[in-house]
């Protein structure tokens, strides 16, 4: 190649360095809309959740009302504990049914795996009113209807619909299973293997060397289970019968009766735990010391 | 001394699926014995050595170990440990924990195991690392604790997976002769699975070459160097000149001719060989001298003499290889010493004679 | 038994698979096959069902009445997916060009709105839209830049735009994946083939990320067809989807069978989404 041609291959390649830029300072400002757009809709919220008024559109003051009248509401407060107790209770059993399934599905290799693989996805993909609507019908025909767990849950006394925390079970599992089997294929077998060849049995193997290292992700997988579960409005709606309220069906409730700056209240409440379960699963992460550049969001 | 083999496979195949990873290999390696399998990637090396270490099952075959047969015993029943490629250290353990983990899964007190976890660590010079993470060690350092890990257990049998691939060039050698004189120290046998010939060469009693799942041939590095049995061997290990000869006597002596009929004696032929078949000679580059037509001897039936043109010099420090054409269109290659510098080299074009003993020349079979 | 475990891997598999499998099969698998009896089943005098065979359900479900709420269910789905990739590769593609740490804190940023409640996010987007009381038109009209409310409530325009704020972010995960995996020597290799940025876009980037946006395209517009609080709340009772109708024959009108009809044709089209997806997957050659 000559001089000449070089040159002319370096123009052509590098574009103008000005439209460089411009087009740069376009891209980084249609990013910093994108983010507002993201975040104002719920600033917006947390700040009239202040507003001394009724309304949600014209700021008239500061006020913390909102929240006293939030916490003098028996029936929020309740609904709050319901949201708890299934969250704690089906993210418990899917976590051990999830990671057990995980191990299965990602360490063997057996006919009829592709079928038991697609039954546990297909709670993902699926939309969460159809599987409500499956689960409405199925508790209805079986038999086993919306009869309460009477529970005494942290002083309060709560009625919990079993079919609640199977339908939330029913779809977390999968959601484990998934996270779950994620970290298990990341690992190292032959670490495995190098406990096996240091006289460790299949159970000291499991316990001393797979377990603690699949924590991060059985930890992970429980974290989202957990967060699905406190989150779950659909099939919490068409699977507790008449009178149970987790804090989401009761805010659509309230959200139908009328907007009112209790519910901003509520939400803030609600955006809170959701930090603070973000913030626990990045803590969970870097110290599992994990590079992984994606967030991971369960799917 | 006792005349049990330390580990002996006995005709062990392992089939998975349609591949057959090892095929009908039979191996004795006795007590205290410095034992590498060497061969190129994916010749069933590896899985060889998992078959004895328990991680793999023989689809056939028997595995036996301090005389005792091993069956489907799992891993953690059998008196060998392992030294993994990666080394497989437990991230989540200290260097302590790892090297002790093998003696608490044994119940060993804790006493024992405290005083033998240092001993281990000392001989492999980690005093004061008790404490860290394989994460925090240097490469060379976690190699060093996957030896101690394995050798505190007083195995009858260590094995050891290309433990040197990861580590720079380097250091390397230098684990090499670590390696070699620990061995001799500890008088535990070895398997070492390696690819690389002149790793195998340097620290082994013995090596078996294999290919292709096959064991081509188990001998002494010198004796594997010198006088390979087969034409895999005789290419794996060192360099070698091929040409492609006829058999036309077997004996008393071997003689062999060149495609332009030029008759060449020979020191070996493969056994099944037979007159008149197409075979292969191979001769070591540096057994071979290069001579002017006024330097020649009468000829005589041991020597090999063949003419050609000198077409190539190439200078490597220590030697300068030249490659000859012979008058048929076949090369070779003479690898000449630098003796003397001011020695007048040979020039490209010159006539030349290349000579060689003919005890070094090997008829190999084709394939 | 134990030893059955010990010899047998694919024993051990299913002793480990058997809790969630048997739990699926009974609360997930047996619930889908109910549904589809259901689907061609007479409805009962007061709910329930009646044992008999009809397929009238599905004629009733292609009656205009149900059937336009179906097609609009599906535009609505297919723009809003629409919206979400012209909107989110950009955003994805910004996310790319900036260093790995604020990368990674981009990403996180992206990723909280999404992961505060669903009900929250459509509720905020409730107080902004509301024709006269929603902040949006109140401030419009308290600025004077207005003079009458704009519509901006209860109609497909409100529902898309929940929809979009919902599922923006996993449009933007996957093709942000995609878009980081690519190897940057690819676009200076094209650059220095005398690619202009345009063509290095055309020919190079959009066919490698077309995995992810693939991924992107279905992670919304599932969800999107399937959509039941975004039209319940931002619908104002008048723009409905299929899934309130669907949720109006059982909270309702107790029509289970043809409830169980719609929900059938509705996961038949989910499942037709999805088929697509994984041949264009199959076709780019790309492992998604």
Known sequence: MTTETLT?????????????????????????????????????????????????????????DWYREMLADRQIILSLWNSLFVAIVSTAISTVMGTLAAMGLERYSFRGKLAVDSILYLPIIIPDIA????????????????????????????????????????????????????????????????????????????????????????????????????????????????????????????????????????????????????????????????????????? | MDSTPAVELCDVVKTFGEVTAVDHVSIQIQDGEFFSLLGPSGCGKTTTLRLIAGFEMPTSGEIRIGGETQGFRPPFRRPVNTVFQQYALFPHMTVYENVAFGLQMQKIDRAEIRRRVGEALEMVHLQGMEKRRPKQLSGGQQQRVALARALVNRPKVLLLDEPLGALDLKLRKAMQLELKSLQEHVGITFIYVTHDQEEALTMSDRIAVMNEGKVLQIDAPAELYENPKHRFVADFIGETNFL???????????????????????????????????????????????????????????????????????????????????????????????????????????????QWDAAHARVLSKE | MQELLRRNPAARAWALIMPSLVFLLVFFVAPLFIVLIYSFLTRGKYGGVVWQFNPENFQRALDPLYFSTFLRSIYIAVVTTLICLVLGYPLAYWITTRPPGQRNLLMLALMIPFWTNFLIRTYAWLTLLRTNTGLINVSLMSLGVIKKPLPLFANDFAIILGLVYGWLPVMVLPIYAALERLDKSLIEAAQDLYATNRHVFLRVIWPLSLPGVVAGSMLVFIPAIGSFVTPAILGGGKSLMIGNIISNQFLAAHDWPFGSALSTLMMLVMLLGTLIYFRSALREGGGV
Not at chain 1, 223 to 242: K, N, P, Q, W, Y
Not at chain 1, 279 to 296: C, N, P, V, W
């Open chain 1, 8 to 64: 002319a291959t370096q123009e052509r390649a590098r574009p103008q360095p000005r439209r460089l830029a411009l087009g740069s300072w376009l891209l980084s400002g249609y990013g910093i809309v994108g983010y507002l757009f993201l975040y104002l809709p719920i600033i917006i919220v947390v700040i009239f959740s202040f507003n001394d008024s009724r309304s949600t559109a014209k700021w008239a003051g500061f006020t913390i």
């Open chain 1, 131 to 299: 599987m409500a609507i499956m689960l409405l019908i199925f508790f209805n025909v079986s038999g086993i209807g919306f009869e309460p767990w009477r529970v005494q849950f942290l002083g309060n006394r709560l009625a919990v619909p079993y079919s609640v925390i199977i339908g939330h079970v029913a779809f977390n599992i999968s959601f484990v299973a998934v996270v779950v089997r994620a970290r298990l294929a990341n690992m190292d077998r032959t670490l495995e293997e190098a406990a096996q060849d240091l006289y460790a049995n299949t159970w000291q193997t499991f316990r001393r060397v797979t377990l603690p290292m699949l924590m991060p992700g059985i930890l992970g997988g429980a974290l989202l289970a957990f967060t699905l579960s406190l989150d779950d409005f659909v099939i919490t709606f068409f699977t507790s019968g008449a009178g149970f309220n987790t804090l989401p069906v009761r805010v659509f409730g309230m959200i139908k009766k009328g907007v009112t700056p209790k519910i901003n209240a509520v939400s803030t409440l609600m955006l809170l735990f959701s930090l603070a379960l973000i913030f626990i699963s990045i803590l969970l992460r870097t110290r599992a010391g994990d590079e992984e550049e994606t967030i991971q969001f369960g799917m």
């Open chain 2, 244 to 354: 492609p000869v006829k058999i036309v006597q077997l004996h008393p002596d071997i003689v062999v001719e060149l495609g332009d009929g030029t008759r060449l004696p020979a020191g070996w032929a493969e056994e099944h060989l037979r007159v008149g078949q197409e075979a292969m000679l191979s001769i070591r580059p540096e057994k071979i001298n290069l001579y002017e037509e006024r330097e020649l001897s009468p000829p005589n039936a041991t020597t090999a003499r063949v003419q050609g043109t000198v077409e190539r010099l190439v200078y490597v420090g220590t030697d300068t290889h030249h490659t000859v054409r012979l008058r048929n269109g076949d090369t070779i290659v003479a690898r000449l010493q630098n003796f003397y510098v001011e020695e007048e080299p040979w020039e490209v074009g010159e006539t030349t004679y290349a």
